[in-house]
């Protein structure tokens, strides 16, 4: 199983999108501090994700959720959720 994940930076109120088999130990290591492109913006909370059913399904959807049209989807999915 995949997943494609949103993180929510505490520090500065912005966000983080990937992909990951592993979404507890990939935000572990997002938590630690052990990814370049997070470590300076912890802590995190991970505020979103999505199951996927293959790699590729998922690097897609984080492909499609990096463009205009995916990051208005998922602001009104996550509008819905909060």
């Not at 997070?38 to 994700?49: E, S």
Request: net charge positive; charged share 40%.
């Amino acid at each position: 199983m995949w997943y494609v994940y949103i993180l929510k930076s505490n520090k500065d109120n912005r966000t983080y999108l990937g992909s990951t088999n592993r979404i507890d130990k990939r935000f572990e290591e997002h938590r630690k501090g052990y990814v370049k492109s997070t470590k300076n913006r912890r802590p995190l909370k991970l505020i979103y994700y999505e199951k996927c059913n293959s790699e590729k399904e998922a690097r897609l959807k984080e492909k499609y959720f990096k463009t205009g049209a995916g990051r208005t989807k998922l602001k009104k999915i996550l509008s819905n959720k909060i």
